[in-house]
């Protein structure tokens, strides 16, 4: 087949593969640390990443045009899905001692969150508060543990500690995602939007600990992981702001927008595969 004649007859195909080639080589830098320089405030890597992402979104959208052959437009979209389900810079740890060193960079950030939880239930109304306060009462001790087992692991990246590390990241993951189904009874729409917003900054740091600790474990760690995890990540789905956590995410590593919320689907769906 003449690749020039299959380019001119089918564009669209032919932009959707190379988009994806972007997208895969862009990961690839990103996963050697090669920046490229600064674009604003992110690095030109991730900023054409991002764009390639995007870009790709809206090819596989875009109701324009003709379809060169019958199936195309799903394979458009297939292709989309395959690019949002690359490996992206925030989940190739590569090594235990990187991940950990993320973990580790998340805990100030986390800390931050459950205080501003402890401190929402002021704000609620009166018949909201007690409710609010018996779904997030597990928080404290339960971050402070895992920030504790986070540095523990980041200096000695054992077996051991990596064991107590899985558990513990379980234990608030299952914590928050119960405090969420709780805080939901809330019917005052003001009181329960101001509980799920608070929460929800939680659980987004959370989410993204438990992806990095996966990325570290075995396939039957993780197995025994996602087996102690009652309350899963599809029943709270319904009530976490992807608007929220992309803000989250994009402010903790520097990057744009779209690249945080490729990188949230992608750790959700990794999750949700894993039985969590």
Not at 34 to 60: C, I, W
Not at 206 to 224: D, G, P, Y
Not at 225 to 246: D, R, T, W
Request: charged share 5%; proline share 5%.
């Amino acid at each position: 087949m003449n690749p020039i004649s299959n380019i001119w007859e089918h564009p669209r195909t032919s932009a959707a593969g190379l988009l994806i080639a972007v997208v895969t080589i862009t990961g690839v830098l990103s996963q050697q640390g090669l920046t490229l320089g600064k674009a604003g405030t992110a690095s030109v890597v991730s900023l054409v990443s991002a764009l390639a992402t995007a870009l790709l979104g809206l090819l596989a959208r875009d109701p324009g045009g003709s379809a060169p052959s019958t199936g195309t437009p799903a394979k458009l979209g297939a292709w989309a899905m395959i690019a949002l389900l690359l490996p992206l810079p925030w989940l190739q740890g590569c090594t235990g001692t990187s991940v950990a060193q993320n973990i580790v960079n998340w805990t100030p950030s986390l800390q931050t969150a459950v205080a501003t939880v402890d401190s929402t239930a002021a704000i609620l109304a009166p018949a909201d508060a007690p409710i609010f306060t018996a779904a997030t009462s597990g928080f404290d001790a339960a971050s402070n543990l895992l920030v504790a087992q986070a540095k523990a692991y980041l200096a000695d990246p054992s077996a051991a500690t990596l064991a107590q590390l899985q558990s513990q990241v379980v234990t608030l993951q299952q914590q928050v995602n119960a405090g969420l189904l709780a805080a939901a009874k809330i019917t005052n729409p003001t009181s329960l939007q101001q509980a799920l917003t608070s929460i929800q900054a939680v659980a987004t740091i959370v989410t993204t600990i438990l992806t990095l600790v996966q990325s570290i474990s075995t396939n039957a760690q993780v197995a025994r992981m996602a087996a102690v995890s009652s309350v899963k990540l599809a029943a709270v789905e319904p009530y976490l702001n992807s608007s929220q956590a992309a803000q989250i995410v994009a402010a903790h590593y520097d990057e744009p927008i779209s690249q945080a919320e490729a990188q949230i689907a992608q750790a959700e769906h990794a999750e949700m595969q894993a039985g969590f």
